[in-house]
C-alpha cells in the first residue's frame, strides 16, 4: 500500500518519471521519426539538384546539336570515352553514317566533331550518375533502416522512372540516326522532357511531405483549402503541358523561326500553319503552328496563375497567400523571358534562361499546390 504523501511533497522522482513519461504517438513511431525522415529529404534534394541539373546539360546539349553525336547506346561500356586518335577516328566514322552529317555537317572534321561528342558524353555520363546515387542511397537506407514506413514504394518508383528515363532517351535518340531527319523526333524529345518533369516534380513534393511530421500532415490536410488545391492542380497540368509544348519548340528550332511579337510575320496567326500533310504532322512539326500553340498557352497559363492567385487572397493562411504570389511572379516572368527568348532568336544563354525558369516555376506551382493541401500552422495573430 502506497504511503500518504503531504500536498507539499515532490512526486516526480525519477522512477515515477520513466513510468509516466510520455512516449510518441503511433503515427510519429510509425513515420521512421524525424531523422530518417531528414536523411531521406537530403538525399532527395540531392537527386533533385542533379535531375535538374541533367535538365539543363539535356538542353545546351539539344541546342548545340549535340545530341546525335553518340551513334549507340552502351549503358555499361559506354561510360568509357574514346582514348586515342585511333577511337576518336572509330567514332566519327560512325557518325558520319547518320544523315545529321551527311544532310547537315558534311564540312565537319574531328575536331569540331570532339566538341559535339563531349556534350553528349558528359549528359549520358550524368544520367549513369543520377543512378548511382539514387541506388547507393536507395539501397544503404533500406539497409540502415532509415526509410519510413509507406515511403519504400515510392522511392523505389523513383528509380523505375530513371531507369524509363534513360530507355526513352535512347528511343529519342535513334529517330534521328535514320532517313532523312537531321535531328530528333520532337514528340520523343517532349516525352522525354515531359518525364523528366515528372521526375522532378515527385522529388519536389515528397521533399515538402517529409519536411513535416507524418501527424502534423494529417492533421494539416483536414484543413484542406480545395478550391484552392483544385485549382492549383489544374494549374499545375497546364503547365506540364506548357513545358511539353516548349520540347516541341526546341525540338524543330521554332523558336528561330518567328522572331517578332505579338505578332506572328506581322500576323495574328502564322503563315502556312498547315502546309504538312498528313494535317496532323503539322501539330509537331509546322514551326509556324507549333510557336503559336505555345504562346497561346503560356497567355493561358499567365491569366489561369492570376486568377488563381486572386482566389488565393481570400486565404486566412499568410503562407498560402505568399506560395501563390511567388508561383504567379514566376510565371509572369517566365512569359516575359519566353517573349525575350523570341526576340533574341533564341540565342543559346537566353534559351538556357528560359528553360531554367521552367524548372522553377513548375517548383513553385507544387509549392503552392502543397501549402493549399497541407496549409501550414500559423499564430492566430496572422
Not at 544523315?99 to 566538341?115: C, H, I, R, W, Y
Not at 507524418?214 to 489544374?234: D, N, P, Q, V
Not at 510575320?265 to 500533310?277: E, K, N, V
Request: net charge positive; charged share 15%; hydrophobic share 50%.
Amino acid at each position: 500500500m502506497s504511503k500518504p504523501r503531504s500536498i507539499f511533497e515532490e512526486v516526480s522522482d525519477d522512477s515515477t518519471a520513466s513510468r509516466t513519461a510520455p512516449k510518441a504517438g503511433a503515427i510519429e513511431r510509425g513515420s521512421g521519426g524525424g531523422a530518417s525522415r531528414g536523411a531521406v529529404r537530403l538525399w532527395l534534394m540531392l537527386l533533385f539538384a542533379l535531375v535538374a541539373m541533367m535538365v539543363v546539360v539535356g538542353g545546351l546539349t539539344r541546342l548545340t546539336d549535340s545530341g546525335l553525336s553518340i551513334t549507340e547506346w552502351a549503358p555499361i561500356t559506354g561510360a568509357m570515352p574514346p582514348m586515342n586518335d585511333a577511337d576518336w577516328v572509330t567514332e566519327f566514322e560512325k557518325y558520319q553514317q547518320i544523315p545529321e552529317f551527311k544532310l547537315q555537317n558534311t564540312g565537319m572534321d574531328v575536331a569540331e566533331f570532339k566538341s559535339i561528342y563531349w556534350w553528349e558524353w558528359g549528359h549520358r555520363q550524368l544520367g549513369r550518375f543520377i543512378g548511382l546515387v539514387w541506388a547507393v542511397g536507395f539501397f544503404g537506407l533500406l539497409a540502415a533502416r532509415k526509410i519510413p514506413n509507406g515511403w519504400t514504394g515510392r522511392l523505389l518508383f523513383l528509380g523505375a522512372l530513371g531507369g524509363a528515363q534513360g530507355a526513352i532517351g535512347w528511343w529519342m535518340v535513334s529517330s534521328g540516326l535514320s532517313g532523312d531527319r537531321v535531328d530528333v523526333a520532337s514528340y520523343r524529345l517532349a516525352i522525354h522532357l515531359g518525364l523528366a518533369f515528372v521526375i522532378l516534380g515527385l522529388i519536389a513534393w515528397y521533399v515538402l511531405m517529409l519536411g513535416r511530421k507524418e501527424a502534423s500532415l494529417m492533421a494539416a490536410r483536414r484543413g484542406r483549402e480545395a478550391k484552392l488545391f483544385g485549382m492549383s492542380t489544374g494549374l499545375m497540368h497546364l503547365a506540364l503541358l506548357q513545358i511539353l509544348l516548349g520540347a516541341l519548340v526546341a525540338g524543330i528550332d521554332a523558336g528561330r523561326s518567328f522572331v517578332d511579337w505579338p505578332w506572328m510575320a506581322g500576323q495574328f496567326f502564322p503563315p502556312d500553319a498547315f502546309d504538312l500533310s498528313p494535317i496532323w504532322r503539322n501539330f509537331f512539326e509546322n514551326a509556324g503552328l507549333v510557336q503559336f500553340m505555345h504562346r497561346i498557352t503560356g497567355y493561358l497559363l499567365l491569366v489561369f496563375a492570376i486568377v488563381t492567385w486572386r482566389v488565393s487572397r481570400r486565404s486566412g493562411n499568410q503562407m498560402v497567400r505568399s506560395g501563390f504570389t511567388l508561383a504567379t511572379l514566376m510565371v509572369l516572368g517566365q512569359v516575359v523571358l519566353g517573349i525575350t527568348t523570341v526576340l533574341q532568336a533564341s540565342p543559346l544563354h537566353v534559351a538556357i534562361t528560359h528553360q531554367v525558369g521552367a524548372i522553377l516555376t513548375w517548383v513553385l506551382i507544387l509549392n503552392a499546390r502543397f501549402l493549399a493541401g497541407y496549409p501550414a500552422e500559423q499564430s492566430i495573430r496572422k
